[in-house]
C-alpha cells in the first residue's frame, strides 16, 4: 500500500464531498415536496451513523450489532437534558456524545481483547442491555409509555422548527463527518487501523498499538451515532425504547454492508439504498398486484438484500471503488482467508 | 417448604425452555463449525415448523405424521436455503453472510405472514395437560416432552456424528475441511448436509413450544437469539457444551424471572453472555483440545 | 461495474418520479382519504384487520355512490409497526397524495410520533390508538387536529376497578406485559387504583415473548391475592393465563380488552374458562337486547366483515370502522374536504354518533368521546363470550 494511492483516493474524495456539498445545497430546491426532504433527513442521520461505521469496520474489520444503542443514548441525552430539564439542546447532544465516548471506552476495552465474531456478540449483548435500561428506568426515560415533547433543537438564538432547517444541519454535520473521515483514513491513524484490516499481528509487529486504535475507530463511530441519535430526537419530537433495539442495529449493518464497508461513501450510499428501497417497495409492490399489506414488502426487501450480497459482496461502493483504486488483489486473498476459517 | 417448591418451580421453567434453546443451539454450533456462517435465520426454522406442524394436524393429519412431514419440509427449505443464499456466497466476508442470513430471515418471516397471518396459533399438547406434582410444583407433560426430546436429540446427533460414515465426513470437515478434502469428501455438500440438519433440529424445537407458548410468525426471533446465546455460552464450537449453555440459559432466565423481574430477563442472559466472551471467550466449558462437534 | 451503479441510481431516481406524478391527478374529483396502519410488525393482529376494515368500508361507500356524488381514493400503508416508516407514510399521504385526513396510527407510539405532522400541516387525524396522550397530553400540547377511536386506558381502567369494588375484590395482583400496551394500563391503575379502594399486594411485569412463567407467577402466588390482572394482549396472557392455573391458583383472573379475540380462546384452551374482561360491545353484538342502540351496526358489521374475509372481525377494526365513518359524516356536515370545515364537523357535529366501539359524544374537550359505558365486562363460557352483567 503505497502512499501515491491514497493520496489519489484523498484527492478523488474530495471532490466527491465538494461535489455532494453542492448537491445538497441544490437539493431542496428539485424536489417536489416536503415528503422527500424528510426523507433525506432520516437518510442523513442514517448515513451519519453509517460513516461512523465505516470507520469501525472497513478499517479495523470489527463487526458492531450494538450502534442502535450508542444512537439511543444520544437521543435520550438530548430529550432528558433539554425536555426534562430545559436545558439548551446543544448541551444535550454533547451529553450525549460525553455518555457514548465513556460507553464506548467501557465496551471496547474489554471487546478488543476478543476475536473477529465475538466482537459482534459483546456489541450485540451490550445493545440488549442499554436497550433494558432506557425500558426500565421510567423515572428518566418515561420507559415503554415513550418519551414526548422533546423540544426543536436551537443554538445560538436559532429554532430549528420546519424541515428545510433540520435537512440541512443534519447534512452539513454529514459532510464534515465524510470530510473528517476522509482526512483521518488517509492520515497516519487510518494507515495503521487499515493495517489492522489486513493482518493483525503484521501490524502489531510494526509497532501499532492495537487496542488504542482499535478503541479510537470505535469511539469515533459511537460519537458520530449519539450525534445523529441527538439531532433524531429533535427532529421527530418523540422518542422509544423501541426505537433502539436490536433490529435497528442489524439495519445499521445491513446499511453499511450493501454500501460497502470498504469505501469512504459506503455508510452514507447503503443509507440511501436502504431508505429509498423500502420506501419504493411501498409503491411498487401494489402496482404488482399485491394489495395486502407489508408482508410482500418484507418479502422482496428480504430476496433484493440476498441477491445483492451475492452479486455484491462487498456492497455496491466497495466494488466501485477497489476497481477504481486496484486495490482488489489483495483484499480477495483476505477475504478467502476468512471465509476459510 | 415453600421455597423449596418455588425453587422446584424455577428448576422446571428453566430445564423447559432451556431444552428448546438447546435444540436450535446445536443447530446454531453445526452450522457454524461447517459454513463459518453465524446463521441468523436460525430460529426461523423453528417458528416454520410450529406452524406447518399446526396447519397440518388441523387438517385432519394424525400428530405424529404431521410432526414428521413439517420436520421433513423445513429440512427441505434448510436446504434450498444453503443452495440458494450461502453457497453463492460462501466466500464473502462475516458480515456479508450474517445480512445474507437476516435477509433470509426476512423472506422466511414474510412469508409467514402470507401463509398463516399475523395471529397466534396454537397446537395441543402432545400428551395430555395434567399437571404432575412433584414438592408442590408443577410440572407438565410437554416439558417433559421437551426435556426428552432435546435429549434424544443429542444422543441421536452424537450417534450420527461418531458411528456413521456420514457423520464422519461432516466432523472431519469441520476439524480439517482441506485434508478432508484430499480424503474425497466434498465441503459443498457437507454444507448443504449441515444446515438442512439443523433446520430439520430447529423444526423440531418450534413444534415442543408450540403447545407451551402458542405460534406465531414473529416467534424465531426471540428464540434464535436466545438459541445463539446459548451456543456462544457453550463455546460455539462444540455441541454438548451449547447444550449444557442453553439449560444454563434457560434456569437463569426462570431464576432471574422468579428472584428479580422478568423485565431485566433478558439483560440477565446477555449480561452472562459478555462475562463469559469477557473472562473466558473460548466458552464455559471449552476444552483446549479435542472434537469440536 | 460502475455504469451499473449508475444505471442502478437512475433506474431508482426515475421511478420514484414516475411514482409521484401518477398520484398527483385527480384532484378535486375525489376525496383522498390515507391510512396507516401496522398491518405487519409485532402490531399486526390489531393492525391488519383495521386496514382491511377501512378498505372494505371504501369500496361499500364508492359502490354506494360514494359522498354527495364524490368517490372515495384510500391511500393506505403498513408502516411494519415501525416509527420511522410511520413519519414517513404520515409525510408522504400530507405532501405528496395531498390527502384530505389520515386515519390510522395503530399503535400509540407510531401516533404519538405522526401527531406533530399532522398538527403542523392542519390536516384531520383520527388515531386507532388507545394512549391518553394522543388526545389529553399531559405537557398540553396542541391537539387540535388529532382525533381518537380506541378506548384508552383512562375509560378501560376504571371499568375493571369499578368491576373488582363490586365484586368485593380488593387485594389484587397485577400483571402486565413490558411494552407499551402494558405499561401504559399499569400506569394509569396505580394512579386510579386508590380511588376504588384496590390495592395491589403484587406488581409484575413479563415479556410480550413470554413462553414460561410459571417462575414468576410462584412469586405472585405466594403474596396470596384475592385476583390477578393481566394485562396484555392475546398471545402471552394466553400463556400467563394457562400458568397461573397450572401452579394451582384458582383465584379470578381479569384480562384486558386487548384478549378479545378467538385466539386467546384456542391459545388459553380449558383454562380460558371463566376468565373475566372488558371489551367493546362487537363481541357480543348478538346476546344484546334490542333496545341496545348500536346492535343493528354491530351485526351488520360482523356480516359484512364476514363475508369479505372468512374471519369475524375483531374490536380493533371496529376503531377503524368508526374513524372511516365519523370522518364521512364530518365530510357530509362540512360540505366538502376543506380541512378546517371537516375538523369543525368532527368535533362539534358529530355528538352522539353511534359506532361500533360505543356511542362517541366528541366535543371540545374530549376529542375521543367515550366513556366506560362503551365497555361490558364479558366472560369466557364454553369456548364463547357471555356478557357478564
Not at chain 1, 435500561?133 to 418519551?147: A, R
Not at chain 2, 443452495?83 to 426476512?106: C, D, Q
Request: aromatic fraction near 10%; include cysteine; charge should be neutral.
Amino acid at each position: 500500500m503505497d502512499t501515491k494511492k491514497f493520496t489519489r483516493s484523498y484527492k478523488l474524495n474530495l471532490y466527491g464531498i465538494a461535489l455532494l456539498l453542492f448537491a445538497v445545497i441544490i437539493f431542496p430546491f428539485l424536489v417536489p415536496s416536503n415528503y422527500f426532504i424528510s426523507m433525506f433527513i432520516l437518510i442523513g442521520l442514517y448515513g451519519i451513523v453509517c460513516t461512523g461505521l465505516v470507520v469501525l469496520m472497513g478499517h479495523t474489520g470489527q463487526i458492531s450489532l450494538g450502534h442502535a444503542a450508542f444512537y439511543g443514548i444520544g437521543a435520550y441525552s438530548s430529550a432528558i437534558v433539554s425536555g426534562k430539564y430545559d436545558l439548551p439542546p446543544l448541551m444535550g447532544v454533547i451529553t450525549g456524545i460525553l455518555i457514548a465516548c465513556i460507553v464506548a471506552l467501557l465496551i471496547g476495552i474489554p471487546s478488543f481483547k476478543l476475536k473477529e465474531h465475538y466482537l459482534a456478540l459483546a456489541t450485540l449483548g451490550f445493545g440488549v442491555i442499554v436497550f433494558t435500561f432506557l425500558k426500565e428506568w421510567t423515572s428518566l426515560t418515561g420507559g415503554l409509555n415513550g418519551f414526548f415533547g422533546i423540544p426543536p433543537f436551537e443554538v445560538a438564538g436559532f429554532t430549528f422548527t420546519n424541515d428545510l432547517s433540520y435537512y440541512f444541519i443534519v447534512w452539513a454535520i454529514l459532510v464534515i463527518g465524510l470530510w473528517f473521515v476522509n482526512n483521518l483514513i488517509h492520515s497516519r491513524t487510518g494507515r495503521a487501523l487499515k493495517s489492522i484490516h489486513g493482518s493483525e499481528s503484521a501490524a502489531e509487529s510494526i509497532g501499532i498499538n492495537l487496542m488504542t486504535f482499535k478503541l479510537k475507530a470505535l469511539i469515533i463511530s459511537a460519537v458520530f451515532a449519539s450525534v445523529a441519535g441527538s439531532f433524531y430526537a429533535h427532529y421527530i419530537s418523540f422518542i422509544n425504547p423501541q426505537l433502539f433495539e436490536v433490529m435497528t442495529s442489524i439495519v445499521f449493518l445491513i446499511m453499511v454492508v450493501i454500501g460497502g464497508s470498504s469505501s469512504l461513501w459506503g455508510g452514507l450510499a447503503g443509507a440511501i439504498i436502504y431508505v429509498w428501497l423500502v420506501e419504493l417497495l411501498k409503491d411498487w409492490v401494489p402496482l404488482l398486484g399485491f394489495s395486502t399489506g407489508g408482508e410482500f414488502e418484507i418479502v422482496f426487501f428480504g430476496v433484493l438484500l440476498v441477491v445483492l450480497l451475492i452479486f455484491k459482496p462487498k456492497g455496491l461502493m466497495g466494488s466501485w471503488m477497489e476497481k477504481k483504486l486496484f486495490l482488489s488483489q489483495k483484499k480477495n486473498v483476505q477475504n478467502k482467508k476468512g471465509a476459510a476459517l | 417448604m415453600e421455597s423449596l417448591s418455588q425453587l422446584m418451580q424455577l428448576l422446571f421453567s428453566g430445564l423447559t425452555i432451556g431444552s428448546i434453546y438447546a435444540l436450535i443451539a446445536i443447530g446454531f454450533v453445526i452450522t457454524y463449525n461447517i459454513t463459518g456462517v453465524l446463521n441468523f435465520a436460525q430460529g426461523e426454522f423453528a417458528m416454520l415448523g410450529a406452524l406447518l406442524t399446526i396447519s397440518m394436524s388441523s387438517a385432519g393429519l394424525p400428530l405424529y405424521l404431521a410432526v414428521i412431514v413439517a420436520i421433513l419440509i423445513v429440512m427441505m427449505v434448510g436446504g434450498l436455503f444453503e443452495r440458494a443464499a450461502i453457497y453463492p456466497a460462501r466466500k464473502s466476508s462475516v458480515a456479508t453472510l450474517i445480512i445474507i442470513t437476516i435477509g433470509v430471515s426476512f423472506v422466511f418471516r414474510g412469508a409467514a405472514i402470507f401463509i398463516w397471518g399475523t395471529q397466534p396459533h396454537s397446537l395441543t399438547p402432545f400428551s395430555g395437560n395434567t399437571p404432575i406434582r412433584i414438592f408442590e410444583a408443577v410440572l407438565l407433560p410437554q416439558s417433559l416432552w421437551a426435556v426428552g426430546i432435546s435429549l434424544a436429540a443429542l444422543a441421536g446427533m452424537y450417534y450420527f456424528f461418531n458411528k456413521t460414515y456420514t457423520g464422519k465426513a461432516v466432523t472431519a470437515c469441520v476439524m480439517n475441511r482441506f485434508a478432508a478434502q484430499l480424503m474425497g469428501i466434498k465441503p459443498e455438500k457437507m454444507s448443504f448436509l449441515s444446515i438442512s440438519l439443523s433446520a430439520g433440529l430447529g423444526a423440531l424445537a418450534g413444534i415442543i413450544i408450540a403447545p407451551i407458548s402458542g405460534a406465531s410468525y414473529q416467534m424465531g426471533l426471540m428464540l434464535g437469539m436466545k438459541a445463539f446465546i446459548a451456543a456462544v455460552i457453550g463455546g460455539l464450537t462444540n455441541a454438548p457444551a451449547a447444550v449444557l449453555g442453553a439449560f444454563l440459559i434457560g434456569i437463569i432466565e426462570a431464576f432471574s424471572e422468579g428472584y428479580l423481574s422478568s423485565g431485566y430477563k433478558d439483560a440477565v442472559s446477555f449480561a452472562v453472555l459478555l462475562l463469559v466472551l469477557f473472562f473466558m471467550p473460548n466458552g464455559l466449558f471449552s476444552k483446549k483440545s479435542g472434537k469440536r462437534v | 461495474m460502475k455504469k451499473w451503479v449508475w444505471l442502478f441510481v437512475t433506474v431508482l431516481f426515475l421511478f420514484t418520479i414516475s411514482a409521484c406524478s401518477d398520484s398527483s391527478s385527480g384532484e378535486g374529483d375525489e376525496i383522498i382519504i390515507g391510512g396507516v396502519f401496522s398491518a405487519s410488525g409485532p402490531a399486526a393482529p390489531l393492525g391488519k384487520g383495521e386496514m382491511d376494515t377501512v378498505k372494505m368500508l371504501v369500496d361499500k361507500v364508492n359502490e354506494d355512490g360514494g359522498i354527495d356524488g364524490k368517490k372515495i381514493k384510500l391511500i393506505s400503508y403498513d408502516d411494519k409497526s415501525d416509527q420511522n416508516e410511520a413519519v414517513l407514510s404520515m409525510k408522504k399521504l400530507i405532501e405528496q397524495e395531498k390527502v384530505h385526513a389520515v386515519i390510522g396510527g395503530t399503535i400509540s407510539g407510531n401516533t404519538l410520533a405522526m401527531i406533530p405532522l399532522a398538527e403542523k400541516s392542519e390536516i384531520p387525524f383520527i388515531s386507532l390508538a388507545a394512549s391518553k396522550q394522543i388526545h389529553n397530553p399531559d405537557d398540553k400540547s396542541s391537539r387540535k387536529w388529532i382525533f381518537k377511536t380506541a378506548q384508552g386506558d383512562d375509560v378501560v381502567i376504571p371499568k375493571v376497578l369499578q368491576y373488582l369494588k363490586d365484586e368485593g375484590l380488593t387485594k389484587i395482583a397485577w400483571l402486565n406485559v413490558a411494552n407499551a400496551y402494558g405499561t401504559s394500563g399499569h400506569t394509569e391503575f396505580a394512579a386510579m387504583a386508590k380511588d376504588f379502594g384496590i390495592e395491589a399486594v403484587v406488581e409484575e411485569e413479563f415479556e410480550a415473548t413470554v413462553t414460561d412463567a410459571k417462575a414468576m407467577l410462584t412469586r405472585v402466588k405466594k403474596e396470596k391475592p384475592q385476583a390477578v390482572v393481566v394485562w396484555g394482549t392475546a398471545q402471552e396472557s394466553a400463556v400467563i393465563t394457562k400458568n397461573i392455573r397450572q401452579i394451582g391458583m384458582d383465584v379470578p383472573i381479569i384480562n384486558s380488552h386487548g384478549i378479545g379475540t378467538k385466539q386467546f380462546i384456542e391459545l388459553a384452551g380449558a383454562e380460558a374458562e371463566g376468565i373475566i374482561f372488558p371489551i367493546g360491545r362487537l363481541l357480543v353484538a348478538d346476546q344484546l337486547g334490542d333496545d341496545d342502540k348500536q346492535k343493528e351496526k354491530l351485526l351488520t358489521y360482523q356480516k359484512d366483515y364476514e363475508a369479505e374475509f372468512n374471519a369475524p372481525p375483531s374490536t380493533f377494526g371496529g376503531h377503524s370502522w368508526d374513524a372511516f365513518y365519523l370522518l364521512v359524516e364530518a365530510i357530509k356536515k362540512a360540505d366538502g374536504t376543506d380541512p378546517k370545515k371537516v375538523r369543525d364537523a368532527l368535533e362539534k357535529d358529530n355528538g352522539g354518533f353511534v359506532g361500533i366501539s360505543g356511542v362517541f359524544n366528541i366535543n371540545e374537550k374530549d376529542h375521543n368521546g367515550l366513556s366506560k359505558d362503551s365497555l361490558v365486562m364479558v366472560k369466557i363460557k364454553d369456548g364463547g363470550w357471555v356478557i357478564n352483567e
